[in-house]
């Protein structure tokens, strides 16, 4: 079944107004019929069922059927993801998306070797935003993560500072056992930031930066690529907060 989102100001009397590229996408690309259902979202965590009543050039109306389910993670994480080189980022976006993750940040870190001047990374965002919605339809999720701006190693860390619990997971922390204790503790309705460090690893002025107020863990006893880590941490989170 496919998924739209829509703007809550578009509900209205037990039925959905879609406008936009989505009334391309469902009369020419999909071609979907008046009778066909697809799945709702508000992007603010009420999902329906619907039915298609009308369709013209300008607009597809839904009828609500019913309310569904929702498909979010229990608690809001944040993806702080060093950048990486080529075109990984997108890669990682689609992967954390689907792995229920809230937002993410990308961050410029000493080691990284991708250097982005405002203008190319704001391009690159917007790019970035496209893929989370396309992946968030994909999976049917409640909402769209959002990607923010591209920020330094430091005006990431004073935004993380803000969370119930931020999280870095460092090749040399203390090992599993102190890493489930932390993820055991994550209580449902936590704010959670993770950082990731880039192909070349966190610094040493980052380490220093951050280990006296965040919970250094460890992922396993591998070296993981900075597109890999992101997403065991996530699936870690998945696997303890998930019933």
């Known amino acids: 079944m496919f998924q739209f989102f829509v703007e809550p100001e578009q509900i209205l009397n037990e039925e959905v107004q879609i406008m936009g590229s989505d009334v ?42 019913e309310e569904c389910e929702g498909t979010e993670l229990p608690v809001k994480v944040t993806l702080f993801q060093a ?96 890493t489930r204790e932390v993820l055991h503790g994550i209580k449902k309705g936590a704010s959670i930031g993770i950082f990731i460090g880039p192909e070349g690893g966190f610094s040493s002025e980052e380490i220093e930066m951050v280990q006296d107020d965040m919970a250094l863990i460890s992922l396993g006893n591998r070296i993981l690529r900075t597109e890999t880590a992101g997403m065991v941490a996530l699936a870690m989170l998945i696997y303890e907060m998930e019933n």
């Not at 935003?129 to 409640?142: L, P």
Request: proline share 4%.
């Open 83 to 178: 950048l990486p080189k080529g075109d990984k980022m997108e890669w990682v976006i689609q992967k954390a998306v689907e792995l229920g993750v809230y937002e993410i940040i990308p961050v410029v870190m000493k080691n990284c070797v991708v250097k982005l001047d405002a203008k190319k990374a704001e391009t690159k965002r917007v790019r970035w935003q496209a893929i989370a919605e396309s992946a968030a339809k994909q999976c049917k999720r409640s909402l769209i993560p959002q990607i923010g701006e591209v920020r330094d190693f430091s005006k990431a860390v004073t935004y993380a500072r803000s969370m119930d619990i931020p999280l870095f997971p460092y090749e040399q922390a203390r090992g599993m056992a102190y």
């Open 24 to 65: 391309n996408h469902i009369k020419n690309v999909l071609r979907m019929k008046i009778g066909e259902h697809v799945r709702v979202s508000d992007n603010q965590g009420a999902n329906f069922l619907c039915e298609i009543i009308k369709i013209n050039n300008e607009q597809v109306i839904l009828k609500i059927l």
